[in-house]
């Protein structure tokens, strides 16, 4: 006798299901180390169709870590990109979900080095692209920074000096996502690229 044909409905029913999201969960979570989440960037289920790419050198534990915390609003962002022509957006800001994601589009004229400055965020999670042109980015440890404007809570918002970092060169195709644990450096000039189209999705922490 088939012992399936003896269990009740609703017990194939619920083993069906609990098998599916079983699947579900093995391919968008990781188990915390930095091999999983490295593992989860690159196989992309989160981008949900979205073509481009965040940065090879993205904190991929904290990335992994805060979107399975806030799966909905990080949803929402990538769609976003995904079905908008980012190109053609105009300049300002935007609520696209409350304060828990919201959207900025400048044109900004880019600056000289010594004209840019460190800074870090609490409250926030910066997804910065650049749409049209190049400019280049840096990241940083706080212990190889010194802080120059304490956190300020209103502004979200702390700055620092250093001359150590990595720098990227941001250009349309790569996103960048810049975590409250790193200080990182925006805005600085590509020579060539005076002015420069960008977009800062900002993402609410989890549990903030």
């Not at 083993?15 to 490295?38: I, N, P, R, V």
């Not at 212990?143 to 250009?171: I, M």
């Amino acid at each position: 006798m088939n012992h399936y044909a003896a269990m009740p409905l609703t017990l194939l029913l619920g083993a069906a299901l609990f098998a599916s999201c079983s699947l579900k969960m093995a391919t968008t979570t990781h188990d915390g180390t930095t091999k999983s989440a490295e593992k989860w960037v690159k196989g992309g289920t989160w981008k949900n169709g979205l073509k481009l790419d965040v940065y090879a050198d993205v904190d991929a534990v904290e990335f992994a870590r805060e979107y399975q915390a806030n799966k909905a609003i990080w949803d929402q962002a990538f769609a976003y990109m995904r079905d908008h022509d980012l190109a053609s957006l105009p300049n300002g800001s935007s609520k696209i979900d409350g304060d828990r994601l919201t959207l900025s589009v400048t044109e900004p004229t880019s600056k000289e080095f010594d004209k840019t400055q460190w800074e870090s965020h609490k409250k926030y999670i910066d997804l910065q692209y650049i749409v049209r042109g190049k400019e280049r980015m840096g990241v940083e440890e706080f212990p190889k920074l010194t802080v120059t404007d304490p956190y300020n809570e209103t502004k979200d918002v702390a700055h620092y000096s250093g001359s150590t970092g990595k720098y990227y060169v941001a250009e349309p195709g790569t996103f960048y996502l810049f975590f409250p644990r790193n200080a990182h450096r925006p805005s600085i000039k590509v020579e060539g690229y005076d002015v420069v189209k960008k977009v800062v999705f900002k993402i609410r922490v989890a549990g903030t």
